[in-house]
């Protein structure tokens, strides 16, 4: 066969997906059987083993779809443990995928990889590391994009309800940068032991960056925390409950290590300042105050739950730029971060 007709058939097939609706808006690999069966050669586990029920539609979500759409994706079979525990954790009842599909606020599967398979498989927790420029990084998460649009059927505009929705619903997924970082690791913090490779996805919001070029540990705290209160006014939020996933760079980590901040004296002083007064979200005509419990203008209203509903993860290479990425949990329950352990 001439090197046209081969192009021209690939081109045919990637023209194929998109006509049964099989894309993320971005052309994919063809699923061919050779291929399926390549990336198969990833993961040990039986191809028609049942990982769980895949919501918004309910489809069966096996070994075999996971392979399907990593290979769609564009994802190496060394992936494909990664894939499969993502996949794992977006199907516990916890996460609750339905809901957080059906969102308006177009929240997104925030993948979070800790252990050493980050660096056997090259997944970037440094320079750029919400961009572009790992493969690793990109197929992964969208890997898990593509299986919950054609596993789980959540269509843009039909069961994918998001008003805006945002970049990382294409792909949405870094490891953290355990090597230049003295605080526990996401995954160790969640009872995994600190040699184990883990996988943990929250579901997010879009990151916004915050932070200060130069100043003391208290200075970059006060940066974060005025950004907080002025992004999150508690419009979308009912009687003090909240979420939050905060990403500080190697400089402001270094910056807080010195002053002898812990991870957990990092939350407590978010949580403590993170407020508005009464009057504050009345201003703005949030449900918050909406049952009458709160009867002065001047008393506190806190933004978040509890220290522990404020995740706090080391990435990002050095230049004092950190983010933080709302959490969608508006209601008890809603959704909760799940970690799965990476088998194989």
Request: proline share 8%; with cysteine.
């Amino acid at each position: 066969m001439a090197a046209e007709e081969v192009v021209d058939d690939v081109l045919d097939l990637i023209e194929e997906c998109f006509e049964r609706g099989w894309t993320d808006g971005l052309p994919v690999v063809p699923p061919t059987p050779a291929g399926l069966e390549r990336v198969l050669r990833g993961s040990e586990r039986d191809p028609q083993e049942v990982l769980g029920i895949l919501p918004p539609q309910g489809g069966t979500l096996t070994v075999e779809k996971v392979a399907l759409n990593a290979l769609m994706a564009g994802c190496k079979p060394e992936y494909m443990p990664v894939v499969l525990a993502a996949a794992e954790a977006i199907v516990d009842p916890r996460f609750n995928l339905r809901l957080h599909s059906r969102s308006t606020r177009g929240p997104a599967p925030l993948i979070v990889v800790n252990g050493p398979i980050r660096n056997e498989l090259g997944i970037n927790s440094r320079s750029n590391v919400f961009g572009p420029g790992w493969r690793a990084n990109a197929t992964i998460g969208r890997a898990i994009r593509l299986l919950i649009r054609n596993v789980g059927g959540a269509l843009p505009g039909k069961l994918d309800r998001a008003t805006l929705g945002h970049p990382g619903k294409y792909t949405y997924c870094i490891g953290e940068d355990e090597e230049h970082s003295p605080w526990e690791p996401l995954h160790v913090e969640r009872g995994f032991p600190r040699g184990a490779s883990v996988v943990t996805v929250i579901s997010c919001e879009g990151p916004n960056q915050f932070g200060v070029p130069k100043g003391a540990a208290k200075m970059i705290l006060d940066a974060l925390v005025e950004t907080l209160r002025a992004i999150m006014r508690f419009t979308s939020y009912y009687r003090g409950v909240g979420d939050v996933t905060i990403i500080f760079d190697m400089d402001q980590r270094s910056e807080l290590i010195r002053a002898g901040y812990s991870k957990a004296d990092v939350r407590r002083y978010i949580f403590e300042n993170t407020w508005r007064t009464v009057s504050d979200v009345r201003a703005v005509g949030s449900p918050l105050v909406s049952d009458g419990a709160e009867t002065s203008d001047n008393q506190p209203v806190r933004l978040f739950t509890s220290e522990e509903t404020i995740y706090i993860i080391a990435a990002g290479a050095g230049n004092r730029f950190g983010a933080f990425m709302p959490t969608w949990r508006s209601v008890p329950g809603l959704s909760e971060p799940v970690s799965r352990l990476v088998r194989g």
